[in-house]
């Protein structure tokens, strides 16, 4: 009765070499925006000629046939604001579930074409297509202009470099301040906490006070990046030279883990995801005082508009307070949870033109002003802020918040390529909604993690490198 | 001996009319057997030499595993628990699964009134929501916050949606799932079945004082018994290879699952995620001896060729 899921994947796999031997042609969904005119620009056509000189010509987005973008919708605006600015550009692009790319990379190694000259997806995902069966992108260093990788947060390009290598540039980064409610935080008389000590204290605090109050959420995958990831728990800490060091006995990894059963067991910290309706509901009736979470939720989760998640009006309900430090370290860390990258094939046979778009993209305020995320690269940021300035459900001077803790987002929270956070929801998540603690089952973690990262060629390594 | 000799003897009488009405057999199911071959037999046999071939940026090589590709699979630290959560889905799928499509039938058959086919329809209807959409509606028949049956949920102890999609539900949810998305169809072949038990025994058994119930256990129920079994070996094959379900659930991300629930999960996960295709030809053809093995098992102890 179940539906016959290994014919399902035949076909899958027939259609996509299908897809791939008709790559020359243009699919369905392929939007031809724009055709190279051929005699705007003669120079720039004779300096493209040339080819094997990096980052040599003039106008290296002037290219005889169109370069191969693979997008989704939102990501749009990129190239249509790339082709109002290079007129002459040519660019060919297509809507795609990037979920699925990984798999079709190796359909397309297979089939020895069809690869995407330009591929938009999270690190996690280009890094799994970074893999030695997989070999998927190109190293920008040569095509680059000078410096420009050095102007992106230390935080949102340390998932794209491999060694030496430049394997994407960021589109944007997620990084996590804590949002709060400020009319609440007012009428009760609280302060905001500014460490981790000082947010386990409130929670008590909130406990004692004002039951049924919620200071946060511990109920998906986002509880390990904006929990362990500020503590620097190793669970994934990469030396670039292929070993990766896990190690969830660590002091930073129980210190979190206990904060989490303690606030857990007084109710102030939710079992259930941001998402969850129950938890939505908590948020709608106001019972919320804090909420560690991506900078994104301001725009996209609080909203503060008719169609929005949490707030449908914007009356001065949420601001946002700096990352939290755990008490005696230097640097409170913060995590981030989503934020996206560009890359560029290594079969493609125009790699000056798509790293010029890919840079464009990455650094031009033209597109990060509008592009939604955080922008990855810090010149650029102050565009964003055009996002957000004028919604009234901000209290506080949220831009300078969010601007401030990106130069937190800590770059040694290694990009891997195995399901991670699959596997804790599967194995921490899962349980203690159940009715464990964190405490019993985040050690069961370590070993699944470990076959993972063996699995996926990766050497264990017994020290800590160099964070 | 006599009997198959009878057969031949038949046969050789219409050999000569036979060879037009073999080639319109042919024409008819050529469309079928073209599909076949494309998209079940060449995939499995394709399977076969996966099984030994090496994976180098998604390129075959050929007989250069040896039985590499054996031990990665069934070294894998996941093996144990996706066979575990199988067995358990298994377990309570199939021998439920065909009750409940039994009594059912049977209980169609009892009234044969136009209300019995108005349900009969009825029960065929969930069938057209097989696989993802079927999966994307259990997760709101579940959910206590916007499900229809939220008292009844909530009675049993759930708070949201996490807790009735609880690991430990899974196995049950599943079966729910693939419950009506097939039932409606074998109920229909079951009722076809029970249609065709002859007319006089029925009759006989009434006259002879037999109670609806009598009827259906001593006299119904055996006589369809060849669809009991053949909804066996089809649903166990079937069921094996369980795979939409958890990979919707796990996509849907609104309960915590792994992401490899099942044996086919941890297929894909092999040739997908990490390029071994061979692997996961090695674990795919598992799942087939296994349904091989369970048909010729229940056929080995039924006499369902013989009837």
Redesign the interface.
Known sequence: MTIRASRLIIVALVLALVAAACSGGVAETTTTVDEVTGTTSSEGTQATDSGSEPSGSDQPWVIDEPLKVWIDPPREKAVTLYLETFPDANIEYEFVDRGEFPAQVLLFNAAGEGWPDVMFAEPEILARAADEQHDYPLDLTPYLSDGVVDGFYPGGIAPCLDGDRVLCLRNDIAHMVVWYNAPKMAEFGYELPTTWQEYEAFGEQVAADHPGFLIGAFGDEQALDTYYWPSRCPVQVLDGEGGVFIDLADQRCTRVTEMADNLIELGVLSKVGPFDPAFVEKIQNDEWLLFPAANWYGEFVFQGREDGLYYQTGEGQVGAAPPLLWEGEDVAWTGARGGAAWAVSQHTGHPEAAAHFVEWVTTSPIFQGVAGGYPAYAPAAPAWAGNINDNPLYANDVVSVVTEAADLLDPSWGSVRYDYLGTFVDLVIGPVQSGSTVAEVFGDLEEPLRSLAELNGYALIDSEPAR | MRRVSRIEGFANDRRQAGTSRDLSGLAFTSSYLVLLVL??VF?GVYAVFLLFAE??????RFFEAGLENFRIAFT???LGEVTLNLAKFLAV?VPL?VFLVTLLAVLLHMRRSRGAAVLRTLYFVPAAL??VPAVLLTIFMF?P??SPFAPLLRMLGN?????TL???NLPTIFMII??F???GAWIAIFYGGLNAVPQELIEASVVDGASPWQLAWHLKVPMIKPYIIYMLVI?FA??V?????P?VL?AA???????TWSP?QL??SF??????FGVAAVI?LA?LIVGLLAAAIVLRFTDLFRT
């Open positions: 998209f079940g995939p994976f180098d940026q998604g390129t075959p894998d630290f996941r799928s699964g097989a696989g959910d916050n916007v708070e949201s949606v996490v807790n609880s690991q430990g693939s419950f998305a097939g039932a649903v079937g069921n290879q369980l795979f939409a379900e990979q796990k991300a609104v309960a915590p699952i792994s992401p086919n297929a894909f040739a997908f995620e990490l390029g071994l795919s799942m």
